[in-house]
C-alpha cells in the first residue's frame, strides 16, 4: 500500500482524551509527511474490551504501526505489543503526579518476548514516535524516505539562517 493512499497506516491512541494535546504532535508528524493515519482514544483501564479489538484487529485492517500514548499506569502500549506483532511505539504522556517517570517507567519497563519502543515524556516523544513510525514505513517507501531526506534538510537549514541578537 503506498504512502499517499488513503487507508490508515499508522494507529496513534492514547488513554484518554487528556493525552490528545501530547499525542496531536504525532499526528501532526505524520500528516505533514502525508502518511495515512487515524486517531482515537483506546483505555486500557476504561475501555478494555476495545483495546483488545482494536489491537487484534490492526494488522489485518492494513495498519502497519501503532503509536500509543499514556500516562501514570501507562499500560496502554505494553497490552497492545501483547496482542499483535505490528511495532507499537509508546509515548509516555506527562503525568500530574510524577511529570511522567510514572509512565516512562511504565512503558519501558517490558518483560522479554513483548517489545514496546519507548519515547521521550510528552511533547518531544510524541513528535518523534511520527516520526519514527514514518521512518519504519519508509523502509519500503521511496517516496516516503525522500520526504524524510526534506524533512531533516529543511530542519538544518531553518536551525543554520537562525541568528543571535
Ligand atoms: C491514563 O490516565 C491516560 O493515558 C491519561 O494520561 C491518564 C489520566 O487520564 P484522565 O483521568 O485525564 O482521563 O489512562
Not at 30 to 49: D, I, K, M, N, Q
Not at 50 to 76: D, S, T
Not at 126 to 150: C, D, F, Q, V
Request: glycine share 10%; hydrophobic share 45%; net charge neutral.
Amino acid at each position: 500500500m503506498p504512502a499517499d493512499s488513503e487507508s490508515p497506516l499508522v494507529g496513534v491512541i492514547m488513554g484518554s482524551q487528556s493525552d490528545w494535546e501530547t499525542m496531536r504532535r504525532a499526528v501532526e508528524a505524520l500528516e505533514e509527511l502525508g502518511v495515512p493515519c487515524e486517531h482515537r482514544v483506546v483505555s486500557a483501564h476504561r475501555t478494555p474490551e476495545l483495546m483488545v479489538e482494536y489491537a487484534k484487529e490492526a494488522e489485518g485492517r492494513g495498519l502497519e504501526v501503532i503509536v500509543a500514548g499514556a500516562g501514570g499506569a501507562a499500560h496502554l502500549p505494553g497490552m497492545v505489543a501483547s496482542m499483535t506483532v505490528l511495532p507499537v511505539l509508546g509515548v509516555p504522556v506527562q503525568s500530574k503526579a510524577l511529570s511522567g517517570i510514572d509512565s516512562l517507567l511504565s512503558i519501558a519497563q517490558m518483560p522479554g518476548g513483548v517489545p514496546v519502543g519507548t519515547l521521550a515524556i510528552g511533547a518531544a516523544g510524541a513528535k518523534n514516535a511520527g516520526l519514527l513510525a514514518a521512518r519504519i514505513l519508509a523502509a519500503s517507501r521511496p517516496e516516503l524516505r525522500k520526504k524524510l531526506h526534506a524533512f531533516q534538510q529543511a530542519q538544518t537549514d531553518k536551525v543554520l539562517a537562525q541568528k543571535l541578537t
